[in-house]
C-alpha cells in the first residue's frame, strides 16, 4: 500500500496537476489539505475516473480535507470526537476527516496555522493538538494492534533542522515550545513519525513560501508529517517527500509526502 499526504492549496487550481502526480505515483490513498471548497465544488469526477473513490469535507473557500483511495473508503467519520471550533458555529471550519482504506485507519488533519503567538487562535492551535493527543491516545488505548495514520499538514516543524533559518522564526507560531510539546505528546502517545528515518537530515523540507524565491533558494520548512501508531509504523518499508512537486507553474507551496507499507 502506498499512502501520500498533500496539502495542495485548491483542488480545483490543480485538479489537473494532481490527477497527473496520482498517475506517476501510483499512490493507492492520498490525504490532502486546503482544498478551499465546499463538498458540492470538489472536483470528484477527475479522480473516479481514475479509479479513486472520494471522501471531502469542505464548508467555504477555505480549509477543506479530503482522502482519495483506490482500495476503499469506509466508515467516513468527520472531526474526530473532542474536536474544538473555531467560533461559536462548528462548521465554520473543515479540518479533519477520518476514513478506513484497505485496513488503514487515515486520518488526514489540517492543523491550525495559530497566526502569531498573541493571537486567540494560537491558543485554539494548542487545544487543537491537545484534543487530538487525548483522542488519538484512546484509539490505542482501545485497539493497541490498529493501523492509525495522522497525516497532514501540522503546521508545526519540530526540530531547529526542520527550518531553514530559526533566527527568521524565532518569535513567531510554529516553532514556539508549547507547539513543539504538543506535537511531542502525541509522538508520546504512541505515534512515530514513519518519514524521518527515510529522510534524514537538515534542508530536508516539505513547505516552501511562496514569496521571495523561496523555493530555489532551499528556505523551506517541514511541516507536513505522517505520524503512524505501532501497527503501522512497523509496516513502513520506505518513504520520500516529492519535491518534484513543488516547481513549475501552478504548483502548490507544499510537496506530497509518501510512505510505502508492506502487506
Known amino acids: 500500500m502506498r499512502l501520500a499526504t498533500w496539502n495542495v492549496n485548491s483542488i480545483r487550481s490543480r485538479a489537473d496537476r494532481v490527477a497527473a502526480w496520482l498517475q506517476r505515483s501510483d499512490v493507492d490513498v492520498v490525504a490532502l489539505q486546503e482544498t478551499k471548497c465546499r463538498d458540492d465544488q470538489f472536483p470528484e469526477e477527475r479522480f473516479a475516473d481514475l479509479g479513486y473513490q472520494v471522501a471531502h469535507v469542505g464548508y467555504s473557500q477555505w480549509n477543506g480535507v479530503a482522502i482519495l483511495s483506490r482500495i476503499g473508503i469506509d466508515d467516513v467519520e468527520i472531526g474526530f470526537p473532542g474536536q474544538p471550533c473555531w467560533g461559536e458555529d462548528p462548521s465554520t471550519e473543515a479540518r479533519a476527516l477520518g476514513a478506513t482504506c484497505g485496513g488503514v485507519r487515515v486520518w488526514s488533519l489540517y492543523v491550525p496555522n495559530g497566526r502569531t503567538l498573541a493571537d486567540p487562535h494560537y491558543q485554539y492551535k494548542l487545544e487543537w493538538l491537545a484534543a487530538l493527543r487525548t483522542t488519538a491516545a ?107 512537486e513543488r516547481k513549475g507553474k501552478g504548483a502548490s507551496d507544499h510537496a506530497p509526502v509518501i510512505v510505502d507499507l508492506a502487506d
Open 138 to 244: 484512546g484509539w490505542l488505548t482501545e485497539d493497541p494492534t490498529a493501523a492509525v495514520a495522522l497525516v497532514g499538514d501540522w503546521n508545526i516543524a519540530l526540530e531547529n533542522d526542520d527550518v531553514w533559518d530559526m533566527a527568521v522564526f524565532a518569535h513567531s507560531t510554529h516553532v514556539s515550545p508549547p507547539e513543539r510539546a504538543a506535537f511531542r505528546a502525541i509522538l508520546e502517545a504512541g505515534y512515530a513519525d514513519v518519514v524521518r528515518p527515510h529522510t534524514p537530515g537538515p534542508g530536508v523540507y516539505t513547505y516552501w513560501d511562496y514569496t521571495q524565491l523561496r523555493f530555489p533558494r532551499r528556505e523551506g520548512m517541514r511541516i507536513d508529517f505522517v505520524l503512524g501508531s505501532p501497527a503501522l509504523a512497523g509496516r513502513v518499508t520506505g518513504a520520500l517527500i516529492d519535491r518534484e
